[in-house]
């Protein structure tokens, strides 16, 4: 019923930076938990950073200090800010909202961020 839309990936330099956004169907970003997930070929899926309902935040300690999330309650978008990326940050990234503590929740398509020179 939730759907999740990301976008803003694509190719970038190291050290360079980008802007990815999740579109929520609904309004449930200020709401539900939400967070951003990547996973890289070969890879299990990680967390990479979450904010709850309350506005909490949590890093991943790989991107802590580099990535910034945040949300706009009237836009229902959850952002991604990330700045200084390295290669190893290359991966698929994923919207996640979670109505219900401790579930895996809604999920979106995915959008690609390739650090690469």
């Known amino acids: 019923q939730v759907q999740l839309v990301e976008s803003g990936g694509g190719l970038v330099q190291p050290g360079g930076s980008l802007r990815l956004s999740c579109a929520a169907s609904r309004s449930i970003v200020s709401i539900y938990a939400m967070g951003w997930y990547r996973q890289a070929p070969g890879n299990e899926r990680e967390l990479v950073a979450t904010?709850?309902?309350?506005?909490?935040?949590n890093y991943a300690d790989s991107v802590k200090g580099r990535f910034t999330i945040s949300r706009d309650n009237a836009k229902n978008t959850m952002y991604l800010q990330m700045n200084s990326l390295k290669p190893e940050d290359t991966a698929v990234y994923y919207c996640?909202?979670?109505?219900?503590?401790?579930?895996?929740?809604?999920w979106g398509q995915g959008t690609q961020v390739t650090v690469s020179s």
């Open positions: 996640n909202a979670r109505p219900v503590p401790g579930t895996s929740g809604y």
């Open positions: 904010i709850t309902n309350y506005g909490r935040t």
